[in-house]
């Protein structure tokens, strides 16, 4: 084949080959089946832009230039609307294909025959794009407050409705309802600042004490070994209201939902589990780290139709509101304690960790409202 040594095989330019060595060696039973899963979607796309575009796979033929052409074909068209039009997508999410294509390459250029790839690795010479400043919102004290009178009264929400369930002795929920669950989960985010993917990867046994009626009683409760990003691990502590909630859900409703995955032959380790009556649940019971982001939402949905004072709406709430509500009372508790800051939140960089500094928006208007 032309372009390439005559002692290479053509195989040894073929990207899809490099590709399928790099999943089976590099990625596949190393990150979780989650993670995988991503990665070759991502490296089946650029190949299959590739191809299209060149009208052959043929790695040498990969440069800079197509790199940066498939970053800008992302920004612009990276997405699909629901009418199947292209759409752009966001800087984020590029620059996630760019991160992934960048480990394809680090790794073919350590095991490429030489003189394969002439001109290095194509990624290196590739900038990301640039990101927006991450805009943090911490809840004021008043929408904390109101939202955990909500999550307090939660189990109101869920009951059945209708006449014949009128004036029953002990109101009935939804089948699919975990109130007490729901409820463990606001103020584990809001009192410890977890993030969605660490909150839903905790399991029983990481929890000291897991008693129950130790649990509503132990001021230094925590939660060991809590897995965040670049495989840190952490300790967090638990606050009263994160406990009690806690005890409330261990002791009432995840016996059930763990017994029924027991009864299947898989053991219930996760520690927050979905509802057994839901067909289409994990084997394991085990949350999905979207299904934080419903329940998360629901909350602020039955908040804000509570809430007739425009000022104390959310909007949508999101998990990430609770950890940046969480990390700026640590750091006003703390007195900014960098050190604290990076050890209960798990966040290293010193970029994120001074946005979580940034006082809610009712707070910052107080600072200037008599300069």
């Excluded at 760019?98 to 290196?124: E, M, N, V, Y």
Aim: net charge positive; charged share 25%.
């Amino acid at each position: 084949m032309a372009g390439i040594p005559e002692r290479l095989d053509p195989a040894d330019d073929s990207l899809p080959v490099w590709t399928e060595r790099y999943l089976d060696l590099a990625v596949r039973g190393v990150r979780s089946a989650e993670v995988t899963a991503k990665i070759s979607r991502h490296l089946e796309r650029f190949g299959a832009w590739i191809t299209g575009g060149l009208g052959h796979d043929r790695l040498s033929a990969v440069t800079p230039r197509e790199i940066t052409a498939w970053r800008d074909h992302l920004a612009a068209a990276g997405n699909r609307e629901r009418d199947n039009l292209p759409a752009p997508m966001a800087a984020a999410t590029v620059n996630n294909h760019l991160a992934h294509l960048s480990a394809l390459f680090t790794w073919i250029t350590a095991h490429a025959p030489a003189g394969l790839l002439r001109h290095g690795d194509p990624t290196k010479k590739v900038p990301p794009l640039p990101l927006p400043a991450p805009q943090p919102r911490a809840l004021a004290a008043a929408q904390v407050r109101t939202v955990k009178n909500v999550v307090d009264r939660i189990e109101t929400f869920h009951e059945l409705k209708g006449r014949r369930h009128r004036g029953a002795a002990t109101p009935r929920v939804h089948a699919h309802a975990r109130p007490l669950r729901d409820r463990a989960i606001i103020y584990l985010l809001f009192g410890t600042g977890l993030r969605r993917a660490e909150l839903v990867g905790l399991d029983l046994d990481q929890l000291e004490p897991a008693d129950p009626d130790r649990l509503r009683q132990a001021k230094k409760a925590r939660l060991v070994g809590v897995r965040g990003k670049g495989r840190t691990s952490r300790t967090v502590f638990l606050g009263r209201d994160a406990r009690q909630a806690l005890a409330d859900y261990l002791a009432q409703e995840r016996p059930g939902d763990a017994a029924a995955s027991t009864v299947a032959g898989t053991a219930a380790a996760a520690l927050l589990l979905s509802a057994a009556s839901i067909a289409a649940r994990r084997p394991d019971g085990r949350l999905s780290a979207r299904s934080i982001n419903t329940i998360v939402g629901e909350i602020g949905r039955l908040h804000d139709a509570q809430m007739p004072d425009p000022d104390r709406k959310l909007g949508t709430l999101r998990p990430h509101d609770a950890r940046h509500t969480f990390a700026y009372g640590l750091s006003q508790a703390s007195g900014h304690n960098r050190a604290e800051l990076e050890r209960r939140l798990g966040h290293a960089n010193d970029r994120y960790l001074r946005l979580y500094t940034n006082p809610p928006d009712d707070i910052a208007a107080d600072y200037i409202e008599d300069l």
